[in-house]
Nanobody, 124 residues
């Protein structure tokens, strides 16, 4: 049984930082691409960031480029997302995803497993 457990969400003031973590279990994820999507009420789900299985390649949405950093620790089956300079428009539920391929993609339909999400709220 594959499980993705996100943590690190919370309430932060604009300009602040948070670090999200996603611990994966049930398989060895070291060769699989992982990433983050987000969704806020009434909005479509949005790609945020992704990292390839070997951690060499990354991709970011334009809206977070330069502020968010995705990384992974394959020994711990964990992916992280450091979020700096947070703004109210970053408020959303953030979802960890895994794709059963080493190649990353920004398409949500290409990811095979999804976590339950962690809420990030940025106050102005």
């Amino acid at each position: 049984q594959v499980q993705l457990v996100e943590s690190g969400g919370g309430l932060v003031q604009a300009g602040g930082s948070l670090r999200l973590s996603c611990a994966a279990s049930g398989r060895t994820f070291s060769t699989y691409a992982m990433g983050w999507f987000r969704q806020s009420p009434g909005q479509e789900r949005e790609f945020v960031a992704a990292i390839s299985g070997n951690g060499v390649s990354t991709a970011y949405a334009d809206s977070v480029k330069g502020r968010f950093t995705i990384s992974r620790d394959n020994a711990k089956n964990t992916v992280y997302q450091q979020m700096n300079s947070l703004q109210p428009e970053d408020t959303a539920g953030y979802y960890c995803v895994v794709r059963l391929s080493s190649w990353l993609t920004i398409k949500d339909g290409s990811y095979d497993y999804w976590g339950q999400g962690t809420q990030v709220t940025v106050s102005s």
